[in-house]
């Protein structure tokens, strides 16, 4: 079977480019309306394509926008995994500021991203995605926790590191707010120190006689 090209690009390439558009011209259009007032008409005008091209990658607006925040998400957590790569296993406010940091920075840098994050826990087929995401980011500085400390197990720790990464995102989400009266080092500071605090408790319980617990 041959595949059609044309200007030198197959079918499949041409599908491909034009849901990339569609999907760069969704984060314009959140930044610009918001979720609430997110539609078909909106993005195909900003990506200069008709509905017809719209149909062809997504069957409703909301699979576009659960694909948008999907693909934001993943960037995030691309991001922080590569941020606490780099700095050495045993250092874990270290790696934890970076992680931290690394999605804290895409938020700060992109107030579409930003919105887009802030208003998905109001829409119904966001709010789950935005759940699964804080599961990933936790499970995630599970894995940096276990790795500085190897008598912990990182299956462990689900409970203390969900606690935590709920609080940094509401965290973030009042800074980016401006309802926090604290630069971003200074936020970044405290979220990292928390998540040895609370490593340092979990080490404490868990070294603790079972009946004692």
């Known amino acids: 079977m041959t595949t059609r090209t ?3 690009a197959s079918a499949a390439e041409r599908v491909a480019d034009r849901r990339s558009r569609l999907l760069a ?12 007032e997110f539609t078909m008409t909106a993005v195909c005008r900003a990506a200069g394509l008709t509905e017809r091209y719209f149909y062809e990658s997504f069957a409703r607006r909301e699979d576009l926008l659960e694909a948008l925040f999907d693909a934001v998400s993943a ?24 992680a931290i940091g690394a999605t804290t920075t895409l938020l700060g840098e992109d107030a579409r991203v930003a919105r887009l994050y802030r208003e998905a826990i109001g829409h119904r ?10 599961a990933t980011f936790a499970a995630l500085l599970a894995r940096l926790i276990a790795e500085a400390h190897p008598e912990l197990r990182a299956e462990d720790l689900q409970l203390t590191t969900t606690v935590l ?3 940094v995102i509401d965290a973030v989400g009042f800074w980016l707010d401006g309802r926090l009266d604290a630069d971003v080092e200074a936020l970044l500071t405290r979220c990292a120190r928390l998540v040895v605090a609370a490593t340092e408790q979990h080490r404490t319980e868990s070294a603790r006689p079972r009946e004692e617990r």
């Open 165 to 167: 990464t709920g609080g």
């Open 75 to 98: 960037d995030g957590l691309d991001r922080a995994v590569r941020a606490a790569g780099a700095v050495p296993p045993g250092e874990l406010e270290a790696r934890s500021r970076a």
């Open 25 to 36: 011209a969704a984060l314009d259009v959140v930044g610009e309306r918001g979720v609430g």
């Open 125 to 134: 087929e966001l709010a789950g995605r935005r759940q699964d995401t804080i």
């Open 6 to 8: 044309f200007q030198g």
